[in-house]
């Protein structure tokens, strides 16, 4: 199944694909040669329909819990002070994508959207320390009852060159629905209120919508 955000892409590169593959056909006359574009062809294939594919995944709806917002990496797990739209100290993680991970953006929690934000800026590669502040990048904020408020943003990376956002403020978002699209190569930062109980460790591997990634403090 692959993400409605690839479609054109997808359609465009099989076109490309398939009209090149009749060049190299009909006018490369080495029979070794005309065998290596052929198959450096359809490995760019693949890879793009890989990247835009789009897995179901299963939430184990709780409002206690935190669920990843995209599969990758985590690679940032630290108390800082975020300026946005808190003012105050939280607590970030950082999830990597490579280009070879699922790029859909799900939902951290389920309940309102109270902020959306979309910033133009930057494609500094995404582990950059000011990737988070200058990089292009949207900020979304949900709250429910439970948890309280959870803010993600999504950041471009150096090969990202369109965020997707669908959330829009006043919206009741449920937890690992999917929020946006990142396009080739990115980082999802997660800020959470300090008390919160850590569930991952720095360079674990995650899957969007369904890795816990913290738990609210009891």
Same mark, same amino acid.
């Given at each position: 199944?692959?993400?409605?955000?690839? #479609?054109? %892409? =997808? /359609? +465009?590169?099989?076109?490309?694909?398939?009209?090149?593959?009749? /060049?190299? @056909?009909?006018?490369?006359?080495?029979?070794?040669?005309?065998?290596?574009?052929?198959?450096?062809?359809?490995?760019?294939?693949?890879?793009?329909?890989?990247?835009? #594919?789009?897995?179901?995944?299963?939430? &184990?709806?709780?409002? !206690?819990?935190?669920?990843?917002?995209? !599969?990758?990496?985590? +690679?940032?797990?630290?108390?800082?002070?975020?300026?946005?739209?808190?003012?105050?100290?939280?607590?970030? *993680?950082?999830?990597?994508?490579?280009? =070879?991970?699922?790029? +859909?953006?799900?939902?951290?929690?389920?309940?309102?959207?109270?902020?959306?934000?979309?910033?133009?800026?930057?494609? /500094?590669?995404?582990?950059?320390?000011?990737?988070?502040?200058?990089?292009?990048?949207?900020? *979304?904020?949900?709250?429910? @009852?439970?948890?309280?408020?959870?803010?993600? #943003?999504?950041?471009? $990376? &150096?090969?990202?060159?369109?965020?997707?956002?669908?959330?829009?403020?006043? !919206?009741?978002?449920?937890? $690992?629905?999917?929020?946006?699209? %990142?396009?080739?190569?990115?980082? *999802?930062?997660?800020? /959470?209120?300090? !008390?919160?109980?850590?569930?991952?460790?720095?360079?674990?591997?995650? #899957?969007?919508?369904?890795?816990? %990634? &913290?738990?609210?403090? @009891?």
């Amino acid at each position: 199944m692959f993400h409605k955000e690839g #479609r054109k %892409i =997808i /359609l +465009v590169t099989l076109i490309m694909v398939v009209g090149i593959s009749l /060049l190299v @056909d009909n006018f490369i006359p080495i029979q070794w040669l005309r065998t290596i574009l052929l198959i450096v062809l359809l490995i760019f294939l693949v890879l793009i329909l890989q990247f835009f #594919r789009n897995p179901k995944r299963r939430t &184990a709806l709780n409002n !206690d819990h935190v669920v990843s917002p995209v !599969d990758g990496k985590v +690679v940032v797990i630290e108390e800082v002070f975020e300026k946005e739209f808190f003012n105050e100290k939280r607590l970030q *993680v950082s999830v990597f994508m490579s280009p =070879i991970n699922v790029h +859909v953006t799900r939902y951290p929690i389920g309940g309102k959207v109270i902020f959306s934000k979309y910033h133009p800026g930057k494609y /500094l590669v995404a582990w950059h320390p000011k990737a988070s502040e200058e990089n292009e990048r949207t900020t *979304v904020v949900v709250e429910n @009852d439970t948890y309280g408020k959870v803010l993600h #943003r999504q950041i471009a $990376g &150096a090969l990202a060159k369109r965020i997707v956002n669908y959330a829009k403020v006043n !919206d009741q978002v449920v937890q $690992g629905g999917e929020s946006g699209f %990142i396009k080739f190569g990115s980082r *999802v930062d997660l800020f /959470l209120p300090v !008390d919160t109980k850590i569930k991952v460790k720095l360079n674990q591997k995650v #899957r969007g919508g369904e890795s816990i %990634i &913290a738990q609210a403090n @009891d």
